[in-house]
C-alpha cells in the first residue's frame, strides 16, 4: 500500500512537527489561532492577522442554545448521556447550506465580484450592484445579509474596526459594504450578518472559501461542548419534548 502524502504535521519518536514547526515551539510562541492560520495557510501569520482570526473565533463561538447546532447537541445530549462525543458531532452535523454555510458561499461571491470589477474595469461598488441584480434575477437570497434576531448584529462594527486598525481590512471588507449598501437600494435594508463579516475578513487574510465554513465550526465547537456540558449538568435525561401535532388521515381500517 502506497504510504499517505501530507504536508501538515511530520512526527517521529520524539518530535511533532507542523509544517516544518516544532510543537513545543508553537505552544510557546504562538495562539490556537495562530496555529489554525498555519495548519490552512502552511506560514505564521502576522501578529495582526492571528489576533483578526482569534477575534473571528470568538465571535462564532455560540449564539444560544436556540441555534440548530447547539439545540442539535442538546437534544442528542438530552437521550444520549454518555457518549459526549456524539452530542458535540450530533451539533457539527447541524452546520451547513443554511446554518453557517453563508459564509463559504458569501466568500465565494466576493470572488467573483472582485474578479468582475478588474476584468470590466468597473468599480467594486457597481460589481456589488452587479451581485444583487443577479441575484434578484435568480430569485436567490444574498449570503451574509440579513439575520433573524439582529436588526445590527454586534460583531460587525468591532470585527471591521479591528480589521482596519491592524491594517488588514481590503478589497473584501469594501466589497461586502458595497453589497450591503446596494441590497438596500434594491430590495430593502439587510444588516450584514457574522457570515458576511468573517467572509469579508477571510478574504481579505487570502484564505479560499470553503475556510468559512471550515472558520465556523473550528469556533462553534467550543461553544458545542459548553452547550452539551451545561445540558449535562443542569438538565435531566429525555427533558427536551418537541410539540407535536398529528395533520394526517383519521382512523382508518386496513382493506
Known amino acids: 500500500m502506497d504510504a499517505w502524502c501530507t504536508s501538515l504535521t511530520n512526527i517521529d519518536e520524539t518530535n511533532i512537527r507542523l509544517r516544518g514547526y516544532d510543537i513545543a515551539s508553537l505552544m510557546r510562541k504562538q495562539s490556537f489561532a495562530g496555529v489554525v492560520f498555519l495548519?490552512?495557510?502552511?506560514?505564521?501569520?502576522?501578529?495582526?492577522?492571528?489576533?483578526?482570526?482569534?477575534?473571528?473565533?470568538?465571535?462564532?463561538?455560540?449564539?444560544?442554545?436556540?441555534?440548530?447546532?447547539a439545540a442539535t447537541a442538546r437534544l442528542a445530549c438530552s437521550g444520549n448521556r454518555r457518549d459526549l462525543s456524539a452530542a458535540v458531532a450530533a451539533g457539527v452535523l447541524a452546520i451547513g447550506d443554511e446554518h453557517a454555510g453563508a459564509g463559504e458561499a458569501c466568500m465565494t461571491?466576493?470572488?467573483?465580484?472582485?474578479?468582475?470589477?478588474?476584468?470590466?474595469?468597473?468599480?467594486i461598488e457597481a460589481a456589488a450592484a452587479h451581485a444583487v441584480d443577479e441575484a434578484q434575477s435568480q430569485k436567490k437570497r444574498l449570503p451574509g445579509l440579513g439575520h433573524r434576531q439582529h436588526s445590527t448584529d454586534p460583531r460587525k462594527d468591532a470585527l471591521f474596526a479591528m480589521a482596519r486598525e491592524l491594517g488588514i481590512a481590503g478589497e473584501g471588507v469594501t466589497f461586502m459594504l458595497a453589497l450591503e449598501s446596494a441590497a438596500a437600494r434594491k430590495i430593502k435594508p439587510l444588516p450584514m450578518n457574522?457570515?458576511?463579516?468573517?467572509?469579508?475578513?477571510?478574504?481579505?487574510?487570502?484564505?479560499?472559501?470553503?475556510?468559512?465554513?471550515?472558520?465556523?465550526?473550528?469556533?462553534?465547537v467550543g461553544g458545542l461542548t459548553a452547550e452539551v456540558a451545561e445540558e449535562l449538568s443542569r438538565e435531566k435525561a429525555m427533558r427536551i419534548h418537541v410539540p407535536v401535532e398529528y395533520d394526517g388521515p383519521p382512523p382508518r381500517d386496513v382493506p
Not at 197 to 219: C, N, Q, R, T, Y
Open 39 to 69: 495548519l490552512h495557510q502552511g506560514h505564521l501569520p502576522s501578529e495582526a492577522e492571528a489576533r483578526l482570526l482569534d477575534a473571528i473565533l470568538i465571535g462564532v463561538c455560540d449564539h444560544g442554545p436556540g441555534s440548530p447546532s
Open 109 to 123: 461571491i466576493i470572488a467573483a465580484g472582485l474578479k468582475r470589477a478588474k476584468a470590466g474595469s468597473i468599480s
Open 194 to 220: 457574522i457570515d458576511g463579516v468573517l467572509a469579508a475578513i477571510l478574504h481579505d487574510l487570502g484564505f479560499s472559501p470553503e475556510f468559512g465554513k471550515f472558520l465556523f465550526i473550528i469556533g462553534r
